[in-house]
T-cell receptor, first 113, second 114 residues
Framework: AQTVTQSQPEMSVQEAETVTLSCTYD???????LFWYKQPPSRQMILVIR??????QNATENRFSVNFQKAAKSFSLKISDSQLGDAAMYFC??????????FGTGTSLTVIP | DTEVTQTPKHLVMGMTNKKSLKCEQH?????MYWYKQKAKKPPELMFV???????INESVPSRFSPECPNSSLLNLHLHALQPEDSALYLC?????????????FGPGTRLTVL
């Protein structure tokens, strides 16, 4: 079975600084997608960024970017110029066709003013 | 419209009550999901409907009964719940034919069982 591991239960970052959240996964598949979802306190879970395993180029969405290392099965999220609104639980997730989502245990990010 | 809506937002019920949670999406998605989420934990998959048919039931107790009346609606019927069933219940949807598998989540129903 696929497993997704987030080894940092809690992280903190100063406003305007950069922080990196870690995620590793285990799979024998070659074609899959990886996602980072953000869940602010008492608010909706939203997609931050996605990465297709076949694409070597790391995905970027404004201040959010990933470092995808397929051989190492690593998928970290970098948040640049952190803002107060970035404070949330961040979940890494794995998906492959015909299968369900596998979520990591989450990282709680605090942004310090 | 890229929104998944859920009603009610909050629900308090006794262990003998019967209630229902509702989820609706108008994105034309043909897969819909129910998740249970405890505080500071990842969502746990409960049920998956694909093309209005139940495709995954993750060994959920029978006191939870899902229903998919049509491709836009998903219900979760609750009966004789236990206090440990108190949690945030999330609905999500996706398009099975879409390569990326991205799921869109609703805001959730926060359920408290007394």
């Amino acid at each position: 079975a696929q497993t997704v591991t987030q080894s940092q239960p809690e992280m903190s970052v100063q406003e305007a600084e950069t922080v990196t959240l870690s995620c590793t996964y285990d799979t024998s598949e070659s074609d899959y997608y990886l996602f980072w979802y953000k869940q602010p306190p008492s608010r909706q879970m939203i997609l931050v960024i996605r990465q297709e395993a076949y694409k070597q180029q790391n995905a970027t969405e404004n201040r959010f970017s990933v470092n995808f290392q397929k051989a190492a099965k690593s998928f970290s999220l970098k948040i640049s110029d952190s803002q107060l609104g970035d404070a949330a639980m961040y979940f890494c997730a794995y998906w492959t066709t015909g299968n369900q989502f596998y979520f990591g245990t989450g990282t709680s990010l605090t942004v310090i003013p | 419209d890229t929104e998944v809506t859920q009603t009610p937002k909050h629900l308090v019920m006794g262990m003998t009550n019967k209630k229902s949670l509702k989820c609706e999406q108008h994105m034309g998605h043909r897969a819909m999901y129910w998740y249970k989420q405890k505080a500071k934990k990842p969502p746990e998959l409960m049920f998956v409907y694909s093309y209005e048919k139940l495709s995954i039931n993750e060994s959920v107790p029978s006191r939870f009964s899902p229903e998919c009346p049509n491709s836009s609606l998903l219900n979760l019927h609750l009966h004789a719940l236990q206090p440990e069933d108190s949690a945030l219940y999330l609905c999500a949807s996706s398009q099975p034919t879409r390569r990326s598998g991205e799921q869109f989540f609703g805001p959730g129903t926060r359920l408290t069982v007394l």
